[in-house]
């Protein structure tokens, strides 16, 4: 089945540490999104790749760093620069980079202790 | 610019109608509609175009008027099953944007018998 999965489903962390969430996806999508989400707040971009080995930096982009060096994985890195990192994390995936739905993973949450 | 939602919460008897609101202070090129039940991940409902063109479920109602840059979602008829948090995405970049959507903070939808 295709699909997007992200591992593990929830992470604790100590503060100063850097963590990466894994996000991969079968669905052959060229567009690859990462989100945070806090509770009254929605959804907000992190960074977001329309192709492989290119990047832009979304909304929130500080105290995050991501890569694409396939297709199908996009990881997110929370680095100790982000100052308030404990959240819930979605990764997405699109066919296209305009005007299509995109497809969201079932998210991590990461504790920071 | 986060575009705003309203109501911010709603509670529906089965079978009663409701229309969710989106408002956006930049111009619009597409509107996205998800939504998300508790702990899961957000599911595309439907998508809204510059010029009238529109990609969802067919159940699915909404309507797009540019010229005042908002998106309103209707339910009708509605069943347990609609309960969640009701998202829209504004795409304010339009195809130099990569498909970047910004989301609103949600609509809380609850349906009971």
């Known amino acids: 089945d295709g699909g997007i999965t992200q591992s593990p489903k929830y992470l604790f962390r100590k503060e100063g540490q850097n963590v990466t969430l894994s996000c991969e996806q079968n669905?052959?999508?060229?567009?690859m999104y990462w989100y945070r989400q806090d509770p009254g707040q929605g959804l907000r971009l992190i960074y977001y790749?329309?192709?492989?080995?290119?990047?832009q930096k979304g909304d929130i982009a500080e105290g995050y760093s991501v890569s694409r060096e396939k297709k199908e994985s996009f990881p997110l890195t929370v680095t100790s620069a982000q100052k308030n990192p404990t959240a819930f994390y979605l990764c997405?995936?699109?066919?296209?980079?305009?005007?299509?739905?995109?497809?969201f993973g079932p998210g991590t949450r990461l504790t920071v202790l | 610019q986060q575009p705003v939602q309203s109501p911010q919460a709603v509670i529906l008897r089965e079978g009663e109608d409701a229309v969710i609101n989106c408002s956006s202070s930049?111009?619009?090129?597409?509107v996205h509609w998800y939504r998300q039940k508790h702990g899961e991940a957000p599911v595309f409902l439907m998508i809204?175009?510059?010029?009238?063109e529109q990609k969802g479920h067919e159940k699915i109602s909404a309507s797009f008027n540019e010229k005042k840059q908002q998106s309103s979602l209707y339910l009708t008829a509605s069943q347990l099953s609609y309960s969640g948090t009701y998202f829209c995405?504004?795409?304010?970049?339009?195809?130099?944007?990569?498909?970047?959507?910004?989301f609103g903070t949600g609509t809380q939808l609850k349906v009971e018998l």
């Open positions: 997405a995936s699109s066919l296209g980079q305009y005007y299509n739905e995109q497809f």
């Open positions: 669905l052959n999508h060229d567009a």
């Open positions: 790749s329309q192709i492989v080995n290119d990047f």
């Open positions: 930049k111009a619009l090129y597409s």
């Open positions: 809204l175009l510059k010029g009238g």
């Open positions: 995405g504004t795409d304010t970049l339009g195809t130099g944007g990569g498909n970047k959507l910004t």
